[in-house]
Nanobody
Framework: DVQLQASGGGFVQAGGSLRLSCAASEFTFDDYAIGWFRQAPGKEREGLSCITGIDGSTNYADSVRGRFIISSDNAKNTVYLQMNNLKPEDTAVYYC???????????????????WGQGTLVTVSS
């Protein structure tokens, strides 16, 4: 089974930065994408960013474009989410997820992703 391990969450003050990591393993298909999502208490899961494994193409939600950067190290099967200028409203549990195929169609729709990691908590204080 595909395994996804998200890490890097923590506590940070507003304006600070964090880098999340998502280590993927036990998958054999070449055409895939990894996305980052978050869910705050009482809110729906929100798609943030997606990166396509085969060509590195990316997508971002308007809420994080210009502040968050997604990248990948294919040799390590790891995807990163660099989060800058964090705001209190960024407080949430952050998840990474994997889908077969790239980020070409509905890249930030959670129901397009088949495999999910366990989540890592990010808390941003004001």
């Amino acid at each position: 089974d595909v395994q996804l391990q998200a890490s890097g969450g923590g506590f940070v003050q507003a304006g600070g930065s964090l880098r999340l990591s998502c280590a993927a393993s036990e998958f054999t298909f070449d055409d895939y994408a990894i996305g980052w999502f978050r869910q705050a208490p009482g809110k729906e899961r929100e798609g943030l960013s997606c990166i396509t494994g085969i060509d590195g193409s990316t997508n971002y939600a308007d809420s994080v474009r210009g502040r968050f950067i997604i990248s990948s190290d294919n040799a390590k099967n790891t995807v990163y989410l660099q989060m800058n200028n964090l705001k209190p409203e960024d407080t949430a549990v952050y998840y990474c997820a994997l889908r077969q195929g790239g980020c070409y169609y509905y890249p930030l729709w959670a129901n397009k992703y088949e495999y999910w990691g366990q989540g890592t908590l990010v808390t941003v204080s004001s």
